[in-house]
C-alpha cells in the first residue's frame, strides 16, 4: 500500500518510476462497493431485512453476492489498465515486488482479523476462517506470474483456472471448501482466474478509442460472462460458497455491467460523483473502520439494538455508518493518502 504524500512521490520520480494518474471511475466503482459492503454487512444479522438481500446458505445468488467480486474487479481493472505501462517500465522487477507485498500484506491482514473475530466468537472450538482479504491477497499472488503477459495468454490462463478449480471441486474439494468461509484457500484458483479474465478486460477497455468503443467493451464483456453462466447453470450451481464457475463468470458479468454506465458517465468528465470517489481511494481503511463500526452494533448483547432492531432503528444505524466512513474518507484525503496499485 502506498500513501500519496510528496516525500513517496518525491522518491517515486527519484527512483524513474512513473506513478500512473488515477482512473476516477474505478474510483467511484470501488467507492460505491465500499459502502456497499458496510451497508449489506449491517443487514446481514437483522431479521427483518429480507433473505433475498443476504447471501444464500449454498446454492443461488443475491444482491449481497456481488459485492465481493466487485472489489475483485476493481483491482483487474487496475491492473489491466497498467499493463502495458508495466511491460514498458525500465524496472519491471519493482512493479512485481510491489504487486507481492499488496497480496502478501493482504494475507497476513486478513489472517489477524479472521483470527481476531474466532477469538470474540460465543464460546466453543475455534473454527477455520478465510475472509475476503485472504481470498483477494491469494488471487493477487495467482494473478502476479502472468500479469505482463499478453491478454489472450492471461485469457487462456484464466478460463483455465476456473475450469481447472470446478473440476477438483466436483472430485474432491466439495466438502473441504463448504467447511470454511469464502471458499477456503482452495477458491483462490477460482478467484484467480476471476482476476486474471477481469485484468483481459481492462487493458482492452484502456485500449479501446473513443467512449464508445470504450463502453462497448465493457457492455459485451460483461453481456458475455452473465450468459455463459446462465447457460452453463444447469449443469454447475451457481454458489458463491463454492465459487463454482458460474458464480464467477455471473458475478464477473453483472460487475462489469454495473462498471459500465459508472465509465461512460466519467469517461470525459472525470471530477464527477467526488463523495464516490473519495472513499474508492481508501478502500482498506474503510474496511477496517466498518469492521470497528459493526463491533459497536453487534457487541452489546440487547436484541432490539441490532438482530430485532425496527427497521427505522437499522436505517439510523446503516446512515451513521455510511456517514462515519465518507467523514474517515475526507480525512484520508486531507492527508494526502491514496490506495495505489
Not at 459497536?296 to 448483547?301: G, I, R, S
Request: glycine share 10%; with cysteine; proline share 6%.
Amino acid at each position: 500500500m502506498e500513501h500519496r504524500t510528496g516525500r513517496v512521490a518525491a522518491h517515486a520520480a527519484t527512483a524513474g518510476a512513473a506513478v500512473a494518474p488515477r482512473i476516477a471511475a474505478i474510483d467511484v466503482y470501488r467507492g460505491l462497493a465500499v459502502l456497499l459492503m458496510a451497508v449489506g454487512n449491517l443487514g446481514l444479522g437483522v431479521r427483518w431485512v429480507p433473505q433475498a438481500l443476504k447471501h444464500p446458505a449454498d446454492i443461488g445468488f443475491t444482491l449481497a453476492d456481488v459485492v465481493a467480486p466487485m472489489f475483485m474487479l476493481s483491482i483487474a481493472l487496475v491492473a489491466g489498465s497498467r499493463v502495458r505501462g508495466w511491460r514498458a517500465a525500465p524496472d519491471k522487477r519493482s512493479v512485481r515486488i510491489r504487486m507481492a507485498r499488496r497480496g502478501l500484506m493482504l494475507l497476513g491482514l486478513g489472517a489477524l482479523i479472521s483470527g481476531g473475530q474466532a477469538l470474540t466468537a460465543s464460546p466453543g472450538p475455534l473454527e477455520l476462517s478465510w475472509g475476503v482479504l485472504q481470498a483477494i491477497g491469494a488471487a493477487t499472488l495467482l494473478l502476479l506470474p502472468v500479469v505482463m503477459m499478453p491478454w489472450w495468454v492471461r485469457l487462456a490462463t484464466g478460463i483455465g483456472c476456473l475450469v481447472l478449480y470446478q473440476t477438483l471441486l466436483d472430485r474432491y474439494f466439495l466438502a473441504a471448501v463448504l467447511g470454511i468461509s469464502f471458499d477456503s484457500i482452495l477458491g483462490s484458483i477460482s478467484w484467480g482466474g476471476f482476476l486474471m479474465i477481469g485484468s483481459v478486460v481492462g487493458e482492452l477497455w484502456q485500449r479501446a478509442s473513443g467512449p464508445l468503443r470504450r463502453t462497448q467493451v465493457l457492455a459485451l464483456a460483461g453481456a458475455t460472462a452473465a450468459l455463459l453462466a446462465f447457460g452453463l447453470a444447469g449443469w454447475v450451481p451457481v454458489s458463491k460458497n463454492r465459487a463454482s464457475l458460474t458464480y464467477e463468470l455471473l458475478a464477473l458479468g453483472l460487475c462489469l455491467l454495473i462498471f459500465t454506465p459508472i465509465a461512460a458517465a466519467l469517461d470525459d468528465h472525470p471530477t464527477r460523483w467526488g463523495w464516490l470517489q473519495s472513499p474508492g481511494r481508501h478502500p482498506l481503511p474503510l474496511y477496517c473502520a466498518h469492521l470497528i463500526t459493526m463491533a459497536f452494533l453487534t457487541l452489546p448483547d440487547v436484541d432490539g439494538w441490532y438482530a430485532g432492531a425496527p427497521p427505522w432503528l437499522t436505517l439510523v444505524q446503516a446512515s451513521v455508518m455510511v456517514a462515519v466512513l465518507l467523514g474517515a474518507a475526507a480525512v484520508l484525503d486531507h492527508r494526502g493518502w491514496a490506495l495505489r496499485f
